[in-house]
């Protein structure tokens, strides 16, 4: 089994940064692609930013020269750095990784983390 465990949200003010990250833990032999994604109330699961394991990296319009998605493949974690927020980037964050364990090749969410920006 693996774990996706975030940290580092909580409350800003708009125009503030802050820096997620999202470790992984478990039956790991490598990790493909991890990414960020994010859910605002009664809306659905967007997606952010993705990092490959060689370094390639994808992001959305609406973060792209905002937010930077990086990785650190020995110590399995993943990060997410927030800048110029806005109230509009308010809401659960999820990191996702797709894990090649001994047997198989699963995809896996984190529990979230809760981003709230302050106009």
């Known amino acids: 089994q693996v774990q996706l465990v975030e940290s580092g949200g909580g409350m800003v003010q708009a125009g503030g940064s802050l820096r997620l990250s999202c470790a992984a833990s478990?039956?790991?032999?490598?990790?493909?692609?991890m990414g960020w994604y994010r859910q605002a109330p009664g809306k659905q699961r967007d997606f952010l930013a993705l990092?490959?394991?060689?370094?390639?990296?994808n992001y959305a319009d609406s973060v792209k020269g905002r937010f930077t998605i990086s990785r650190d493949n020995a110590k399995n974690t993943l990060y997410l750095q927030m800048n110029s927020l806005t109230p509009e980037d308010t809401a659960v964050y999820y990191c996702?990784?797709?894990?090649?364990?001994?047997?198989?090749?699963?995809?896996?969410w984190g529990q979230g983390t809760q981003v709230t920006v302050s106009s």
């Open positions: 478990g039956s790991i032999s490598s990790i493909n692609t």
């Open positions: 990092v490959t394991s060689s370094g390639i990296t």
């Open positions: 996702n990784a797709r894990v090649q364990s001994a047997l198989n090749l699963n995809n896996y």
